[in-house]
Structures are given as structure tokens and as C-alpha cells.
């Protein structure tokens, strides 16, 4: 098994229609607490992540310079984060198609966690390796 | 400014506990509690300052609702809660959404019956179950359950909390879906039934507080036959015997508030809703090949309910449904009442040698009823010194005001020694 990450990105008005009333609201948490239910049950959901608010800041380069929100290319959204364990890149992305995210434009990133950057960690520190796995995050 | 119930916050309690245990885990009772306390004392806070809401009910959920991210937020580092949750506790991602569904009518009732099920554990004594019902599932204080049963109130909570120990080192609520099912539903059944009689027939002087009993056992009742695998044949003659009985609760105290006989009952003031409800429960038990004793017990009260007077009853019938309850579930009580019935379709001297010859009397020896019985015999075939001495015991052995003046005036009945 090895573990992948889901990056959820979505526009700003794509997120606005998920969540925009709170009957609509209702609904889409319901279809996206079954979906993560299903990846929990069946062994897949590795670390159950978070979702990321809207703003916040960005700082850039060695000048440290510090701008607002944390993108101006709103269509492009990170909504937040799941590690996945899956047995290869093309189950984790099967399992990705059942998001409920994609029904409103979102799109799913599966990014691989670098296994040799890990084994490297793990010899190095197993305490900090465990860590970056993501067993436990802080 | 609408009113505010009297017992708003006992009546959702059970409700509000049980969404609570099913995210915190039973393990947490004590957190569950502790946070709707908070909650209702939150709510209680504004609206001294406000009033009180257009829907209280609702507002409770809210606060309890956020009171429960709160805890969950601050604490999931530090706790587990519970297994059936996973991870998804976690995560902002589900948090809210897994409250929201712990709180739906549809969890709820359930949670509330895995919590029923889970306090008739068969390691408790059939006293601490009920204590643990009334408690968790009824919003009742110590203090109310110690008044319903006599029973001192330091005993209460040790019993309470005993239960709640047990029940929090249990991993998990019961699960409906166990193969032990059956058999812990024939307890449950069971406690339900000793709670109608506690609040029926019991020792408590108040009659509000046995009315109270009276509503809490239907309505937990009630949530059993909403469950499907639950609602045998069985549990509907157990509900249709509670309905019954209770259609007969305005009438059994006179309009002075004092206990009264069934002879001199006024049938008019019988509850004709709660009736029609037996009855149609009744004949839904009757489905299939079961008869409990709740079955032979509803009998007799359909054969009650169904007779104009008392001199229009049908006694054979209401004899033999106690012989054969008498085969099913003996007990002294049930003898009692059997005599009682075969003194009306045979006359006093019979119903005399029914009594005297129980088997296991001395166990009625607590009981006034049983001296009252032997009193009221006696009385009718004109024996009335006798009749004294007997109205004499049950006076002695009253368990309240309420039955001492209902001793007194059958003794004064009797006429003077002279």
C-alpha cells in the first residue's frame, strides 16, 4: 500500500454553489460525510486531513515579500487535503472519481508521497519520518 | 412570550443525551452529561435576559449542538470518542456533518434505543435498570426517581452510578443489529413493564409523579414498536396493557385527589383515546402464534375495558385468563387478583378460600392489598368484626397518606366495635 494525497481545488464560485444556501449546504456536507465515510470504511483514508479557508496570506522569495489571500487566480482554489492509501497511483485514482467535488468543476490532484524522500526521513529520524507520513500530524 | 414547559428540559434530556453519546461514545457519559447541562444552562441565560423562544426545543438543539464542536474541537487530541465515528471527528472536513447527523430525529430515536437496551444490561439488578432509564433516558433527578420508588435518595444515586460505571466501560452502546437481540428485548420489555407498574400500582404518595412514570413507560414503549425488529406481537400486547391500564388513571383518585376502588370508579372518566389505542393494539398482538403473559395481562384489561359496570363484567372470563396466567408467570400478586376475580363470579366464601390458600402469602405480608382484599370479603358476607381486623393490617402496612385514608374509610365502613 502507499499513500497519496488528495488536493481539492475548486473556483471560489464553484464553492459558493456547493455550499450557497443552507439547504444546499446541508446536502453537499451529507454526500461529502458519505464519501469520506466509505474511504474510512474501507481502509483508505489514511489521515482524514482538513479544508482550507478562503484567505490568508503568501509570502514570496528571498524578499520575504508578504501579499493578501492566498492567490489572485481564484479559479484555482486549494480547497483543502486528504492522504489516501491506496495499492497504486491508478486505484488512488479511481477512488478519487467518487468525489463529490467533482459534480460542481472541482478537480481532484493525486500526488504520490515521494517514497524515497521518506525512506530517506525514516533512516535519518523515525520519530520525524512518522511525522511526515502524516500518522499523526501536529 | 411564549410559556415555558414545565418539563422542556426533562422531556429532551433523553433526546439530546443519547445524539450526544453517539458522538462522544458511552464511554464519555459523564462528558455527555456534563456538556448538556452546560448547554441548558446557556440556553436558560439568555433567555432570562430575552425570554423564552418561539421554539425552545429547537434552541436547546442548537446549543447543545454547538456545545458538542466546541468539546469535540478542543478535545479530539485528548480524547477518543466514539469508534463509530472513526476519524471523521478529526477532520473540519466531516465534523460538522457527523453532528448534524447525530442530531437528526431518525439517530436519535435510535440512540435512544440502543441506550434502553444498553441499560437493561444483565448484570444490573432489574432496580438499577430502571434507575438508569428514568435517569439517562427520562431526564429524571435522583431526587424525583427516589420520590417515585420510596427509596432513599443516597441509594438512588449510588445506584445510578454504578449503572452509568458499567455502562461507560462498555465500548460501545448495544448494537440492534447483535444476535442477542431477542433475548435483551424480553428484559427491556420486562423494565418498561415494572416502570408502568411502579408508576400504576406503585408506593409513591404523589400521583403526578406515578402519572409521569405512567407517560414515561409509554412513550419509551412507544419508541420500541417504532423499531420493526422490535415490535413483536409481544411488544404490542405489552403496549396495548399500558394503554389500557393508563385509559383507567383519571379515574382511579375522586375528585378530593383520594384513591379510588373499582367498584366505585366513574368508567365515564376513563380515557376513551387511550382505550380505542389498546384495543387496536391489542388486536394487533394477537398476529402470530406468541402469548406472553402481557397478552393474558391485556386480556383481562380488554375484558374490563369492554364491560359497562362492574356487575357487567365478564368474571369467568377474566378467572380464566388468570389461571392461565397464573401457569405462565405464578406469582402472589397475580393470585391475589385471581382470587379477587373468582369472589365476584362465585361470591365471598369463595373468594375467601382462594385467598387463604395461596401458596406463597407471606410474601403479601408487606402488601396492604392483600388484608384489604381478605377485609372487603369478609365485609360482604357480613363479617364485620373480622373485616375490622383485616382494614386494621392493611391501615398498618399503608405505604402512604393516599392509602391510609382509603384504609380509613373502608374501616369506618366496617361500623363500631359495639
Not at chain 2, 414503549?221 to 400486547?237: E, G, S, Y
Not at chain 2, 396493557?241 to 366505585?264: F, I, Y
Not at chain 2, 398482538?285 to 359496570?309: D, Q
Request: hydrophobic content about 45%; glycine content about 6%.
Amino acid at each position: 500500500m502507499s499513500e497519496f494525497v488528495y488536493l481539492f481545488r475548486s473556483s471560489e464560485s464553484q464553492q459558493r454553489e456547493f455550499m450557497g444556501n443552507p439547504e444546499r449546504a446541508q446536502q453537499s456536507m451529507q454526500v461529502w460525510l458519505a464519501w469520506m465515510r466509505g474511504l474510512e470504511e474501507k481502509g483508505h483514508l489514511k489521515n482524514p486531513g482538513q479544508p482550507l479557508g478562503h484567505t490568508g496570506k503568501v509570502v514570496r522569495g528571498k524578499e520575504k515579500a508578504v501579499t493578501d489571500g492566498p492567490y489572485i487566480e481564484v479559479k484555482d482554489l486549494v480547497a483543502g487535503f486528504i492522504i489516501v492509501e491506496a495499492r497504486d497511483l491508478a486505484q488512488a485514482a479511481e477512488l478519487a472519481k467518487g468525489c463529490p467535488m467533482l459534480e460542481g468543476g472541482g478537480t481532484v490532484e493525486v500526488r504520490p508521497v515521494d517514497e524515497a524522500v521518506l525512506g530517506l526521513n525514516r533512516k535519518l529520524d523515525p520519530e520525524r519520518a512518522a511525522r511526515w507520513r502524516g500518522a499523526r500530524p501536529e | 412570550m411564549p410559556e415555558l414547559n414545565e418539563h422542556l428540559f426533562r422531556s429532551e434530556w433523553g433526546r439530546l443525551l443519547a445524539a450526544l453519546t453517539r458522538i462522544f461514545g458511552v464511554h464519555n457519559l459523564a462528558l455527555a452529561e456534563d456538556v448538556l447541562q452546560d448547554a441548558f444552562c446557556r440556553a436558560l441565560e439568555v433567555w432570562k435576559v430575552r425570554g423564552v423562544p418561539e421554539n425552545p426545543s429547537a434552541w436547546l438543539m442548537a446549543t447543545a449542538k454547538n456545545r458538542a464542536l466546541d468539546v469535540v474541537r478542543r478535545e479530539r487530541k485528548a480524547r477518543t470518542f466514539a469508534p463509530e465515528m472513526g476519524r471523521l471527528l478529526e477532520t473540519e472536513w466531516t465534523l460538522a456533518a457527523l453532528i448534524d447527523e447525530a442530531f437528526a430525529a431518525e439517530t436519535i430515536s435510535d440512540e435512544q434505543l440502543r441506550m434502553m437496551f444498553s441499560c437493561c444490561h444483565p448484570r444490573l439488578p432489574e432496580e438499577a435498570q430502571l434507575a438508569l432509564i428514568l435517569s439517562i433516558l427520562c431526564g429524571f433527578s435522583a431526587k424525583e426517581i427516589a420520590s417515585a420508588f420510596l427509596t432513599g435518595r443516597a441509594a438512588i444515586e449510588k445506584r445510578i452510578l454504578r449503572g452509568k460505571k458499567l455502562l461507560a466501560s462498555s465500548k460501545t452502546l448495544f448494537d440492534l443489529g447483535d444476535a442477542g437481540f431477542a433475548q435483551r428485548l424480553s428484559t427491556v420489555r420486562h423494565a418498561l413493564y415494572l416502570l408502568f407498574n411502579e408508576g400504576y400500582h406503585g408506593a409513591s404518595a404523589k400521583s403526578a409523579v406515578r402519572v409521569e412514570l405512567c407517560a414515561e413507560a409509554l412513550r419509551l414503549t412507544a419508541l420500541l414498536r417504532k423499531h420493526p425488529p422490535a415490535a413483536t406481537p409481544t411488544t404490542n400486547a405489552l403496549a396495548a396493557l399500558m394503554c389500557l391500564h393508563a385509559a383507567r388513571l383519571p379515574a382511579r383518585t375522586d375528585s378530593a385527589g383520594e384513591l379510588s376502588a373499582l367498584v366505585d370508579q366513574d368508567r365515564s372518566r376513563w380515557d376513551a383515546r387511550l382505550l380505542s389505542e389498546g384495543l387496536a393494539l391489542f388486536e394487533r398482538s394477537a398476529a402470530g402464534e406468541e402469548v406472553s403473559a402481557y397478552h393474558l395481562e391485556a386480556g383481562i384489561a380488554v375484558v374490563h375495558a369492554s364491560a359497562r359496570s362492574l356487575d357487567e363484567t365478564d368474571w369467568a372470563a377474566i378467572v380464566s385468563l388468570y389461571d392461565r396466567l397464573m401457569d405462565m408467570a405464578p406469582s402472589p400478586v397475580v393470585a391475589l387478583n385471581r382470587a379477587i376475580a373468582v369472589a365476584q363470579r362465585d361470591g365471598a366464601e369463595r373468594g375467601l378460600e382462594e385467598l387463604y390458600a395461596i401458596a406463597d402469602r407471606d410474601r403479601l405480608s408487606d402488601y396492604p392489598f392483600y388484608p384489604a382484599a381478605l377485609g372487603e370479603l369478609e365485609l360482604r358476607r357480613g363479617h364485620r368484626p373480622s373485616a375490622r381486623k383485616h382494614f386494621q393490617t392493611a391501615l398498618r402496612v399503608a405505604r402512604n397518606g393516599m392509602e391510609r385514608r382509603f384504609f380509613e374509610r373502608r374501616l369506618r365502613s366496617c361500623g363500631s366495635d359495639a
